[in-house]
């Protein structure tokens, strides 16, 4: 008969971003657990509040499965002697195994002991087991109490372990598993008696805590977009602020509260910032797009003494809007251009100078980007306005006390210090995009100061030797190369990555040929990754994306569109057996001496025909190439399919005659070398 499980890790509060991970690792070290213990078990679910961790397993049985399992012995030879009497090597072995001696078997040269193991209860499993697991959770910090040697994310300080009605007898961090869990800290009556897991949900919902976070989730929506209905607005839920709220919680209970008119004269984002990130309030938004002298917030408990917690939170939060108007007035003072010689105060990174070196060089290394990507002349002064002044808001009081305002309160300052609109975008811009997600830069300013700046970074980190590994990326440069991958694409900009962190490097003063080949090399496979995971992101065949990988991608945009392309020609039966034809002639080429054809060696109708193929597929390609329609260009090589095959019925090219043979051998490699421009489609798994 199975069982419900149920585990619950009772702690202080853990952080809210640690809980996602934490519970999602809960569930799979749960199920590799139970598998690995042959424990047969229905649905694995996990559930977390600041205050808990819990595992819940429906329908585990009560035994292990039984394993039959057949162990390898010594060699026939050495286990019995000329008589076929066992030695005492097999008589060792077979004790080792638990069995008769006489029950050994003999296979393939060695004999075997097929020993049959019978699954324990699994009641007397899971003491052992759970402990296992608890402690198999990692954290992104983890800390230690008193004098245990235990980790864990904060002090463990109870413990429930129910295998259906009865205890499961263990104990953690000198804490012992039982039936008893704990409520809301300040609304529960006190400790919360579980009978069965089939309890767990009711008692804990009676004493103020809703342990489903996707419930608990889905409430603080509903009520915050209630309230925000009320104000006559619309709240602007952020997901990731609503994750982090979720976990903030045990009792969800949204509040409105206000602040004064005045503050809306700040840029919206001065007001947002310190709700969103300092305080975790939900901003509010009229049906205009303004900004409501209005925020929602959710409390951990219930609707007693509502307005004194209202109250407190509008205290803060006014407090931060006086920093802000305090810091944004006092900033104003200052254009935003006479800032920028402030900068030299500011180091950069070690031994690579200061923010005012970065500008200097953003300023001219934005400029050789624009060049190379062929924008107009025009575009140059403002790109190089935009450059010299994307850094200056960093020494501006608003940004030093809220520094997720950097660009936004460079974008606000410049406007007001009269830059034109283009450049004040730029400034902006150019930390684009920030995060998963989020957008890219949109004008050519914007577009060239965002690449100059992170490859900048990119270039001057790598130089340094502090190239990312395994997780590591404390510079967070892959989510920078990544961003730069996605504008040039985004933006249709062809350009090499090479001849890029060239020009970085010479603004570095980075010197020796050789360590300049090896950067420029590093940093062309870094940016090769970044595009595989954008490909791999879109949906392009892994297959399809390594054979344009193969190929040259220092262009990127490139390379993107001739993945595109093969992405929408090479699943088509004509492209199909055209790879498989190609593959044919291509394990023939690497035999071929060289390249040259002579059509008066030619014999065979067969080899004139793919000739002639040859020679007409040579100029469709070369015009489709030049105008990047690599569909096109595919297409043409698929049509090549027949006569390939034709070639190869009506043809030996292994003869004798050196001369015909290595005129055939060239013939095949000019064929095949036709799709090296597009991708390598050996790599092209057939279908």
Request: proline letters at 4%.
């Amino acid at each position: 008969m199975a069982k419900d499980l149920l585990l619950e890790i009772g702690s202080e509060e853990i952080p809210a971003k640690f809980m996602p991970a934490a519970l999602a690792q809960l569930a799979d070290i749960a199920k590799a657990k139970f598998t690995e213990r042959r424990i047969a078990c229905g649905e694995v679910q996990t559930f977390g509040t600041p205050r808990r961790l819990a595992l819940i397993v429906r329908g585990m049985a009560e035994q292990q499965s039984d394993r039959n399992s057949e162990n390898k012995g010594p060699a026939v030879k050495i286990a019995f002697d000329d008589s076929g009497v066992p030695t005492k090597a097999a008589q060792g072995f077979a004790r080792g195994q638990g069995v008769d001696v006489k029950d050994l078997v003999v296979k393939d040269g060695y004999v075997y002991a097929v020993v049959h193991e019978t699954g324990r209860p699994v009641v007397d499993i899971l003491p052992e087991l759970l402990p296992e697991i608890v402690t198999a959770i990692a954290f992104p910090k983890s800390m230690r109490w008193g004098d245990l040697d235990l980790r864990f994310a904060r002090p463990i300080r109870w413990l429930v372990a129910l295998f259906g009605g009865d205890v499961v007898p263990f104990s953690l961090a000198e804490v012992a598993a039982g039936n008893v869990s704990h409520g809301h800290r300040f609304l529960s009556t006190g400790p919360v008696a579980l009978a069965s897991v089939d309890e767990y949900f009711a008692k804990m919902t009676a004493n103020h805590v809703m342990v489903d976070q996707d419930l608990r989730r889905q409430v603080i929506r509903e009520q915050v977009e209630k309230l925000a209905v009320r104000q006559g607005g619309t709240a602007v839920i952020d997901e990731d602020l609503l994750e982090e709220v979720t976990y903030l919680v045990e009792y969800p209970t949204a509040l409105c509260g206000r602040f004064e008119e005045k503050y809306l004269a700040l840029p919206p984002e001065a007001v947002i910032t310190p709700m969103r990130e300092h305080q975790r309030y939900f901003p509010v938004f009229a049906a205009d797009g303004k900004l409501l002298p209005v925020f929602i917030t959710v409390r951990n408990g219930g609707q007693d003494y509502i307005d004194i917690v209202r109250h407190g939170n509008e205290r803060v939060l006014k407090a931060r809007l006086a920093d802000a108007r305090f810091f944004f007035e006092e900033d104003k003072k200052v254009p935003l251009a006479d800032r920028v010689a402030k900068l030299k105060t500011i180091v950069f990174q070690e031994g690579l100078g200061t923010m005012y070196d970065k500008t200097v060089r953003l300023e001219k290394l934005a400029a050789e980007i624009a060049r190379k990507a062929g924008l107009p002349e025009a575009e140059l002064a403002t790109i190089g306005r935009g450059a010299h002044l994307a850094k200056a808001d960093l020494v501006t009081g608003m940004v030093y006390e809220f520094t997720e305002l950097q660009g936004v309160m460079g974008r606000e300052y410049a406007k007001l210090s009269g830059e034109a609109p283009a450049v004040a975008e730029a400034v902006f811009e150019h930390y684009l995009p920030r995060f998963a997600g989020d957008s890219l830069p949109q004008t050519p300013a914007g577009r060239m100061v965002s690449v100059a700046d992170k490859l900048d970074n990119i270039v001057a980190t790598f130089s340094r030797g502090l190239i990312p590994t395994g997780s590591q990326d404390p510079y967070a440069l892959r989510r920078q190369a990544l961003g730069i991958v996605n504008i040039l694409i985004a933006a249709r900009y062809h350009v090499s990555i090479k001849a890029l962190a060239a020009a970085a490097m010479d603004l570095l003063a980075v010197s020796g040929e050789e360590r300049r080949a090896k950067l420029c090399g590093d940093i062309g496979e870094f940016f090769r990754l970044r595009l595989k995971n954008v490909l791999a992101d879109e949906g392009v065949r892994y297959d399809m994306v390594d054979a344009v990988l193969a190929t040259d991608t220092d262009d990127v945009y490139d390379a993107w569109l001739r993945a595109k392309a093969l992405a929408e020609v090479g699943a088509t039966e004509a492209m199909q057996r055209a790879v498989q034809a190609l593959t044919r002639a291509g394990n023939l080429a690497k035999n071929a001496a060289g390249d040259a054809i002579d059509p008066a060696l030619f014999a065979a109708d067969g080899e004139k025909v793919l000739y002639a193929s040859l020679e007409g597929a040579r100029k469709e390609i070369a015009a489709l190439s030049a105008s990047k329609d690599y569909a096109g260009v595919l297409k043409v090589i698929a049509g090549l399919a027949d006569p390939i095959d034709a070639f190869f019925t009506q043809v030996m090219v292994m003869v004798d005659d050196v001369a015909v043979r290595n005129n055939r051998l060239a013939l095949l490699k000019s064929i095949t070398a036709l799709a090296a421009g597009v991708a390598d489609l050996s790599k092209i798994v057939a279908a």
